[in-house]
């Protein structure tokens, strides 16, 4: 079969052919029609300093995918050749204190599809069933490609309760305009999204933020003003990675306001005074509940949440490198490739 292999020590990915997976009796084989791209796809393409560690050659990346079952294991009973699935990208170890207890998104020891092990940028992936999630089939399948990320953005946003709250969102990247979508369809009030990249708050602004802030030119403060906002954000959502992202949040936050950290930061330096005297919670996110934060996606689709604007480019796999080039540029929202339709 065809796979987006990452074969060298050195940046780019290729287009090899690869033997097909072969199952074990608690896996399930699936045919990919969709995969989109991750932005720990893009850190492996560009061999940076994490994937250096991270990641071993040869291997077939990627994780957020949507397919059809065409093989079963022995030992599965609850799905059908044919079903249309995804899966949770984190293969948990179901043994540790957390897995046991059913809190499986805190084990001690995950593994990374497409990180850890052979990746869904290929004509077939086999995943454990305990992995596997099925689809409802009245959304796109470019959406249910997505669905990973918009479980990183659903697990973040229905961390704290957002009704009636004022919400700060920092990065416009897909899975903060996600997040903000999430946030306008739960009941936020107003969701402040900051960037530095016109084409991103842009995205934002059409994925349903009240206000979409260039910090480059603007402040938080304004922002606030401008919006009638007295006291500070209630809930925010850091979704850059960026360092000054996350001193600017805890400084412009209510007092008793929560943050939920999913953006992945290098080491800095915090305001600590901000946190302790102004009672704020901040809580670290890492990856979806399973599978809570899946059946909240779903419902949520089902419910109305309009992600219309989310995917930006739509490439066939052949054409991989103008993916990874549109997500590279930073002027994209998700990029998703196909592969059997
Ligand atoms: P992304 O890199 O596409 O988006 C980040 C955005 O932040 C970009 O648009 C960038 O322009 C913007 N940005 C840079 N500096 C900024 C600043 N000072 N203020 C505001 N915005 C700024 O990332 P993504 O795929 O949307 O993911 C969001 C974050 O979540 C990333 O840090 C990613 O590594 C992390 N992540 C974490 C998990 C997890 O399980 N914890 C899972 C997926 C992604
Ligand atoms: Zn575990």
């Given at each position: ?72 294991g022995s030992n599965v009973h609850d799905f059908a050749v044919g079903d249309l699935v995804s899966a949770e990208g984190h293969v ?250």
């Amino acid at each position: 079969m065809k796979a987006l292999v990452k074969s060298k020590a050195e940046p780019g990915l290729w287009l090899e052919d690869v033997p097909t997976p072969q199952i074990g009796i608690n896996d399930i084989l699936i045919e990919v029609i969709k995969t989109s791209i991750c932005g720990t796809d893009v850190h492996i393409y560009n061999w940076d300093a994490w994937a250096q560690k991270t990641i071993r050659v040869p291997m077939a990346i990627g994780h957020e995918f949507v397919g059809r079952i065409v093989e079963i294991g022995s030992n599965v009973h609850d799905f059908a050749v044919g079903d249309l699935v995804s899966a949770e990208g984190h293969v948990v170890c179901g043994r540790c204190r957390n897995c046991l207890a059913g809190r499986r998104h805190l084990c001690t020891s995950p593994k990374g599809i497409g990180v850890n092990r052979d990746g869904a940028f290929a004509e077939y992936i086999a995943v454990p069933v305990t992995n596997v999630w099925y689809c409802d089939t009245s959304i796109s399948t470019d959406i249910l490609s997505c669905f990973d990320p918009l479980g990183n953005a659903a697990h973040t946003a229905l961390s704290f309760n957002l009704v009636g709250e004022d919400v700060l969102i920092t990065g416009a990247g897909p899975i903060g305009c996600m997040a903000a979508a999430i946030a306008r369809q739960v009941g936020a009030r107003h969701v402040v999204v900051t960037d530095v990249n016109p084409y991103r708050l842009e995205l934002a602004k059409r994925m349903g933020a009240t206000l979409a802030l260039d910090v480059r030119t603007g402040r938080l403060a304004d922002a606030q003003k401008q919006l009638g906002m007295k006291e500070g954000f209630d809930v925010g959502m850091e979704m850059s990675g960026n360092p000054e992202a996350l001193r600017e949040m805890i400084a412009n936050m209510a007092h008793g306001g929560k943050i939920a950290l999913l953006g992945i930061l290098p080491r800095t330096e915090i305001e600590w005074d901000f946190v302790v005297f102004n009672g704020l919670t901040i809580k670290g996110i890492y990856g979806r509940e399973m599978y809570e934060t899946w059946y909240k996606v779903t419902m949520l689709i089902q419910g109305g949440l309009d992600l219309g604007p989310l995917i930006t480019h739509r490439f066939h796999y052949t054409d991989f490198q103008k993916g990874f080039d549109a997500m590279r540029s930073g002027n994209s929202g998700k990029v998703v490739l196909s592969w059997h339709d």
